[in-house]
């Protein structure tokens, strides 16, 4: 069965393989991997990205949602990616990644609700007590975003190739009560589809 969360504008739906071409434009672009270790930053990383992604879709019991962000209207585009992955986190809890095509940074409000979506499928769908995240110090949009959820700040061991950078990993979680009583559940109401 094929994963979908609605949203006003858009789709997050498990991915398939006609994805992979606007998934690997916005993978290659330098924008996208200034905050990745430079291992990361390989030509053919996206696409062995999306045949995990996929590999996930198909597990049983499923504990990963890595999911394709598309535009409900035409033309349909691939915008990004966003899950919650359970595996490795602690009972009850899920990091949250949400990963824009550089051309959709800071406009519109997209990140705000797609991870408002993935948060109500966290929390209600999911059952889940704590969502986490993480990020460098440096993106700025990221600290925001959380921000803007009620998340607290987190002590976290910041990884060698950040140091070198000048930078630091900030781990972030939101838990349940955090959010029910967040402005932006109240603003909006919790209602994405799953």
């Given at each position: 069965?094929?994963m979908?969360?609605?949203?006003?504008?858009?789709?997050?739906?498990?991915?398939?393989?006609?994805?992979?071409?606007?998934?690997?434009?916005y993978?290659n672009?330098?924008?996208?991997?200034e905050?990745?270790?430079?291992?990361?930053?390989?030509?053919?990383?996206?696409?062995?990205?999306?045949?995990?992604?996929?590999?996930w879709?198909?597990e049983?019991?499923?504990?990963?949602y890595?999911?394709a962000?598309?535009?409900?209207?035409?033309?349909h585009?691939?915008?990004?990616?966003?899950?919650?992955r359970?595996?490795n986190a602690?009972?009850?809890?899920?990091e949250?990644?949400?990963e824009?095509?550089?051309?959709y940074?800071?406009?519109?409000?997209?990140?705000?609700?797609?991870?408002?979506a993935?948060?109500?499928?966290?929390?209600?769908?999911?059952?889940?007590?704590?969502?986490?995240?993480r990020t460098?110090s440096?993106?700025s949009?990221i600290?925001?975003?959380?921000?803007?959820?009620g998340?607290?700040?987190?002590?976290?061991?910041?990884?060698?190739?950040?140091?070198i950078?000048g930078w630091?990993?900030?781990?972030w979680?939101?838990?349940?009560e955090?959010?029910?009583?967040?402005?932006?559940?109240k603003?909006y109401?919790r209602r994405?589809?799953?």
């Amino acid at each position: 069965m094929t994963m979908e969360i609605q949203t006003e504008r858009f789709l997050l739906r498990d991915f398939v393989d006609g994805d992979i071409a606007q998934f690997e434009a916005y993978h290659n672009d330098p924008r996208s991997q200034e905050f990745h270790d430079a291992g990361e930053a390989r030509p053919e990383r996206p696409r062995e990205l999306v045949t995990r992604f996929q590999a996930w879709a198909a597990e049983q019991p499923r504990r990963n949602y890595q999911l394709a962000i598309v535009q409900r209207k035409s033309p349909h585009a691939l915008i990004g990616c966003a899950g919650l992955r359970e595996v490795n986190a602690p009972s009850g809890s899920a990091e949250l990644g949400v990963e824009l095509a550089p051309w959709y940074w800071g406009r519109y409000g997209y990140a705000i609700e797609v991870t408002r979506a993935l948060v109500e499928f966290g929390f209600g769908i999911l059952d889940l007590r704590k969502i986490g995240g993480r990020t460098v110090s440096a993106n700025s949009r990221i600290a925001r975003l959380a921000d803007a959820f009620g998340a607290t700040a987190v002590a976290s061991r910041t990884p060698e190739w950040m140091v070198i950078k000048g930078w630091t990993e900030i781990e972030w979680q939101l838990t349940r009560e955090q959010w029910e009583g967040g402005r932006l559940a109240k603003r909006y109401g919790r209602r994405a589809n799953a």
